[in-house]
């Protein structure tokens, strides 16, 4: 004991190295550690493997606290320890509990979040040696298979997690916990009140004929307001009854917008730009069921089969009371959770798809007691019929973006359709969403199924339906379950995310489904431009786009010829925001996104002698200003060196290059409107293609015009028009090479 009372002095002493441990090194090492701990085969050797651990804590802090952890979740296999265990196991009590800094956010996190809870670990299976109540030790419920979850009592009946059980919260305001239903529905009730962005639907009602709602974000018509119509988004929330998380979130995601409705940027351009439908709450009857008992659960009385990878007990794991999943068909909720009522019925909501892979899949089964059981016939239960009338509510042909929010496992699941561009930009868009959340890329990984195989999912039946990015959102934790915060390590603790970690949970993930939905509105164009002189300020350029049917009509109405070493200022506008400000008001990247801040703006032209040259202009991040949204419109000063061939040049133009706030390149062709078909149509890249989803640099203003086609200029007028015969033969020339002095590597000049 002594030996192992040293060693904690010296990991007391090295704490500090531990301390501004990353999220990710911090899940690396209780994930090696539980590795490590599954190898050791006996009381004996556990007790070795914590020594060990205690001495190797001046080496590696983190680890060393990982493996203790890992170990004392271990111990509690043994039912009566040996006195050196036990001596051990007592000598970690004197490990004082520490914190561990939060790097993303500490000041909104929370300040400090706990390390490893070693000490209580150690603590709580003491008692359970000891036979010794926890602190929160409720009564028993009767019954075989009723189990009691505690933050630190062991029993017969009892599951320790670690941290204190959830329970559900009857204020309406976001915290530090989950909320009940009637608060969130208090809570939205209060966000629309007064509000001409937010507005209620019934779209049905469940089994047990609870109203089910969804919830509208965005302005009262359906076209942009340039007159294109609106694209649509569809969030999924609480599929599953004991995944709190998701309606945490999913409502989150709606506060973030009413809280933002007048912020002039991003969140006014998304509610006028995009019909967004949310719900809440989809198994309303099932949420209520384990929000009535928040600590008692019911392991499985139907031996559900044991998937490839999931240990014996998979089969008796637990199904009812708080950690019940499915809907309620058949079953009397007043008698669960109860052993022999028929508890174990119900419907999964998503495997009960109506898609081709309705039953398929080893993930099915046409047993109504199974956790995974798919319904008597596709979409055969009233919240599936639900969730395809929000869909409608949306407008379903113009959806772009589906996101059914699941706990657990930290992933982004999702189908690959084998539309191979649809399959590439919805595994693109997890990337940057990921990114959003300030943990990096790949904090939530994308993991997708083949095409033509499926379980019956709400992302099958919309991905290969509508053809559009589709996923089932997983919140944190990953499979390492709670013990990523300090749990104990019961096996179906990630689906009780501690209290404390709710609130970042909900930030990081409005964040992230801002962005998919803001990267989904479209690509960014070009529509209008201004030259001025500094001096008098007259114009001597000035064009815009301007809706035309389908499309768009380039209107020029002032294009003087530039002059060298005269002053001017540039002027260009956005169809969409493309920066976002701190509070500071400096301009800024969005969450975990690496575009560059200023854009590159340059002056090409021909000169009189069909010689090309191209003169860059100096741009800089914050000449980011506000025409219709704020940052939607750039500004800098320029004088053109006295070198350049201005003098009856053949053709000058400018040339645009930028990403939005997203990493999403310019629309090159802003005469054709970008939409949606199992890819973008109508985006177009810097060699016209538009079957690439790349974009690239604007070229399609030009200040002088020699009549050679541009994107978005079919014949060589400033108003459109057909092509026609000469066009597309004085096009051919061009490609060819015939004018090959007017082309440059990245494309026409």
Known sequence: MRAAATALLVLAATTARADHATPEQIEAAMRAAATEAKAYADESTMVTGLQRAQASGADDPLAAEARLLQLLIRLREIRAPQAQTRAVVAALLDHAPRTMTDPVDPEQRGLQRPAFAVTGAARALLRQWDQVPGKDTPAPTPGPGVLILTEDAFGEQLVPLGYPVPVPLDT??????????????ARLAALAEGSADLRATVVGRSREQRDIAAWTLGDADDTTPAGAPEPAALVNGTIHAREWASPEVV????ERFAGNAEDGGLYRYLLDHVNLVVVPVLNVDGFLHTQ??????LESEAGDPIPAGQPPEYSNYPRDGRLRRKNLRSVDADACPAPASGCMNGVDLNRNSDSQFFASGNQNSGNPLSIVHHGPSPASEPETQALYAAADLARRERLR?????HSFGRVFFGVNTGASRRDALTATLVQRMSGATGRGANRYPYDATPPGFGIGSTDEYFGYGLQIPAYTLEIEPTGNGASEYGGFGYHHDGFILPESEIARVRRELADALTLGLYRMAGPPTLIEAQIREAEGDRVVYSARWQAQGDGRALQTDVAEPLATQTSYRLWLAFDKPMRVRDEQNEVVPYAGQTAPLAPSIAIEGLSAEGTSFRQDLDTEAQGWLAQRYAND???????????????????LNLRVDVQDLSGQALDANPATRVDWNAGWSGYEDGNGRADTDTGGPDRSLRIVDDGSPTPGDDGGGSGGGAFGALGLFV?????????????RRDGPI
């Open 292 to 297: 009535r008992t928040p600590s008692v659960t």
């Open 731 to 743: 096009a051919l020339l061009w490609r060819r090479g015939i004018c090959r002095s007017a082309f």
């Open 401 to 405: 973006l589906y996101v059914d929010v």
């Open 172 to 185: 309406p305001e976001p915290g530090d916990g989950f909320r009940s239903y009637a608060a969130l529905q």
């Open 633 to 651: 419109a750039y500004a800098l000063d320029f004088t053109l060196p006295a070198n350049l061939p201005l003098t009856d040049a053949r053709r």
């Open 251 to 254: 409502v989150g995601l709606i």
